[in-house]
């Protein structure tokens, strides 16, 4: 059934995501995209979408699939689903959290965890990097080889600005701007 | 009676609080903690800054989102466990009601041409979001030969190899834990 379906795919991403922010970035992917619910382009176009709005990545984006594949009851589930895991988990170590935090196991496990996250996102990178510069997508036919100086030109730009800490929602619509201005330009 | 009544006002404030934060943060994530701090250290006094910085431990160390995780733990102190479910359900409520409102207007909304022009733009902009955030947190992992091997092999399994990611994250806590044993058993023999 759909709604199960949304609700364990959801609660496996939200109990395997350390870290907040984009460390959610690459389980969302792999689940997502597995399912077809969502491909490479909707997901980046969805961060978008989320760092433009209040909440966090991982419930944004199951509130928008969940609706996307099974209406209000799937996004219901699916965010649902993605809160679960970590709402447990507190509630089990609400009481003892500085024996949960000093505990060698949990130091150990995170030692491993910490690095991976970084590798998974550098792997995120790749999959968006690719989405942005070899599109196989039929919906941004003018943006091929002039394109790709277009999307550098913005990546440039948006990443020199984002390393001088300019908010993140005035980066995307900066890029929303140089994105329309460059389509009409070609 | 009283008890009664003294108790849904503090579920009410609870979830009022985290409806606050919840609709106030945009983007998720550390960028939430100052104002969560501010609404529950400062204004109303449900715990105190050092909470505020073992919650953020603890955040790094469970899985799932930091608002969630904070909501829960805030929720759980003040009001049992029904004051996490009125903090969490509150911290959720604003994003779920409006990313529920835009899905029905992105789907039209994609297929414009400047819309299409916009998203080309962005997509490269979230591209540069997404490899400073890998910055920030290959700037805070301890260095050494261990996280190296670790980044490099959750980096290559993931990105070429196609190998499930939970797989990936699952075999690296393992490899951390184990490797952390080594580590404090040759300490623990050379005293």
């Known amino acids: 059934m759909i709604y199960i379906r949304l609700l364990w795919t959801f609660f496996k991403i939200g ?20 399912h077809g619910w969502m491909d490479e382009q909707d997901i980046v176009n969805f961060i978008a979408v989320s760092e433009s709005t209040p909440g966090s990545f991982a419930i944004n984006v199951a509130t928008y699939v969940g609706e996307e594949v099974a209406g209000i009851a799937g996004s219901v589930c699916a965010t649902l689903g993605v809160v679960l895991p970590s709402f447990i988990i507190i509630l089990i170590i609400a009481g003892c959290y500085k024996k949960f935090r000093d505990s060698g196991i949990i130091k150990g496990c995170m030692s491993g965890l910490k690095p991976a996250v970084v590798g998974l996102i550098g792997a995120s990178v790749i999959s968006v990097g690719r989405e942005v510069f070899i599109p196989d997508g039929l919906a941004v036919e003018i943006f091929k080889a002039a394109g790709t100086y277009v999307s550098a030109g913005i990546l440039v730009i948006a990443l020199i600005l984002s390393f001088k800490k300019v908010h993140p929602i005035i980066i995307i619509i900066l890029s929303a701007i140089l994105g329309i201005a460059a389509g009409y330009i070609a | 009676m009283k008890e009664n009544e003294k108790k849904s006002r503090i579920l009410l404030q609870l979830f009022i609080t ?174």
């Open chain 2, 18 to 191: 985290f409806m606050k934060i919840g609709t106030f943060t945009f983007g998720g994530g550390y960028a939430m903690i100052p104002l969560i701090q501010r609404e529950t250290v400062v204004k109303r006094k449900w715990v105190d800054d050092e909470d505020i910085l073992n919650i953020v431990a603890i955040a790094e160390s469970t899985p799932g989102p930091i608002a969630i995780n904070t909501s829960t733990f805030v929720g759980y102190r003040v009001g049992g466990f029904w004051g996490a479910v009125v903090g969490t359900a509150g911290m959720i409520l604003p994003s779920f009601v409006i990313i529920l409102a835009i899905s029905f207007v992105l789907k039209r909304f994609q297929d414009i041409q400047i819309v299409k022009y916009a998203f080309n733009g962005i997509r490269a902009g979230v591209l540069a979001l997404i490899i400073r955030a890998l910055w920030l947190m290959y700037k805070n992992v301890k260095k050494s030969a261990v996280t190296y091997i670790v980044m490099a092999a959750a980096f290559v399994l993931c990105a070429f190899a196609d190998v499930n990611v939970i797989i990936v994250i699952a075999c690296c806590a393992l490899f951390g834990l184990i490797t952390s044993y080594i580590k404090t058993g040759k300490e623990k023999q050379n005293i």
């Open chain 1, 15 to 34: 109990a395997f995501t350390f870290g907040g922010g984009y460390a959610m970035l690459p389980l969302v992917e792999s689940e997502v995209m597995a």
